[in-house]
């Protein structure tokens, strides 16, 4: 009984001290659960009308893109299929820039031009990751929060086990009758709904830190046996001199690629920073997944593939322990069980929302009640 008192104490003051980014996180993270398919109905001008005709290579994508943002840097181009822009992705960290121009493929006409960090959704993952906050601040506040709300659902877990067997029903569903007051069935929502959601809510906080803290992902990839850097690698070219001929090697990977790959639904080619470093193409072997995506690593003077000693190399190639820290954002947001598991992910949010909410409510509810017994025994 000391012990549950401790343990009370304890998940009384963390859920006070985080309860306000725990509920912002997430709802936001219910309207995120779902942006892939609500902006599939408001993208049309992604869609080209296909032609019979060779598409732009990278360097004239590049080229094109520039001149509409000739002070920023290129993240990379995103090609996919023969009805598709090719999307040119700008991204500076400061001051942050994040836009994509797209490209009809067949043309180089610029079609639009996307801000990633204005918009409806821009707004939902400012929330989510660092409450509207300054990024350096709001990361550190929302990565702790979570982190401690791994120990909240733990100690409520502990807090929820009845003393007493026959007690169990109570706790597993919500027994209200016409007399029931409001304090019991704001109980019974803190407490039934938090043991039913329990398990699924650590799991999306668990992966939630993971992509927030990175010795964390390393703490797990290690445990679970893995051997690679757990960090993003590109290597180096392997030849040091560029082969002298009319044409940039660059621009015939993703035709090459196309070839190799036909069922992948998309190949990101990142542009060298350097002479030395090598090109990296992304290919997305699943439309709305990240997990199974394929990074390849090419010499940028021969197009000779190089291996890489990170997790993100080929999917097929990768061990267990890779793939399981690979999956970690997919099971963030539920995409990894399709469109059955982002109605689970959207679920387990909105009810982890409501669980700061009742906390606070039974937290002042005994607090009130202590202070209105002791004004009376004063009077």
């Known amino acids: ?20 980014a725990v509920f912002i996180v ?39 893109a520039k001149k509409v943002f000739p002070d920023n840097h290129i993240h990379g181009s995103l090609f996919k299929k023969a009805d598709d822009a090719i999307e040119v992705i700008f991204y500076d960290a400061e001051p942050e820039f994040y ?32 409450m509207w906050l300054p990024k350096g601040i709001g990361e550190q506040v929302v990565g702790a929060s979570i982190l401690l709300f791994i120990f909240i659902i ?29 304090k019991r069935k704001n109980f019974d929502l803190h407490t039934v709904v938090g043991f039913y959601i329990c398990s699924l809510a650590l799991i999306l906080a668990f992966t939630g830190s993971m992509m927030s803290y990175n010795w964390l992902m390393y703490v797990v990839y290690k445990s679970v046996g893995g051997n690679k850097e757990v960090t ?25 690629l196309m070839k190799e790959s036909p069922e992948a639904t998309s190949y990101e080619l990142h542009y060298p920073s350097s002479k030395d470093e090598s090109i990296y193409v992304e290919v997305s072997n699943s439309e709305d997944l990240y997990y199974d995506a394929d990074f390849r690593f090419f010499d940028q003077n021969t197009l000779e593939e190089i291996e890489t000693p990170s997790i993100y190399g080929k999917y ?32 387990i949010s909105l009810l982890t929302a409501s ?18 017994n002791l004004d009376q025994v004063e009077a």
């Open 26 to 64: 997430s709802i936001t993270g219910c309207l995120w659960a779902f942006r892939a398919e609500i902006e599939s109905t408001y993208n049309e001008y992604k869609k080209v009308v296909p032609q019979d005709a060779p598409i732009l290579t990278p360097t004239e994508a590049k080229t094109i």
């Open 1 to 20: 009984m000391a012990m549950k008192k401790h343990i009370l104490t304890l998940h009384k003051i963390l859920g006070l001290a985080t309860g306000i």
């Open 316 to 347: 097929k190639n990768g061990k267990a322990a890779d793939k399981i820290v690979r999956m970690t954002y997919d099971i963030h947001i539920g995409a990894i069980g399709g469109i059955a598991g982002k109605i689970i992910a959207f679920i």
């Open 99 to 130: 836009r994509s121009v797209f490209l009809n493929p067949y043309t180089g006409e610029v079609i639009q031009v996307d801000d990633h960090l204005t918009g409806f959704f821009a707004f939902v993952l400012k929330g989510h990751v660092r």
């Open 154 to 182: 733990i100690s409520g877990f502990i807090l929820w086990i009845p003393k007493k067997r026959k007690n169990l029903k109570q706790r597993l569903k919500f027994d209200w009758k016409n007399t029931t007051r409001w």
């Open 355 to 372: 669980l700061p909410v009742t906390g606070v409510l039974l937290w002042y509810g005994r607090k009130y009640k202590k202070r209105k």
């Open 232 to 256: 993003f690698i590109i290597p180096e070219n392997k030849s040091q001199t560029l082969v002298k001929n009319s044409e940039i090697p660059m621009d015939g990977l993703i035709v090459k």
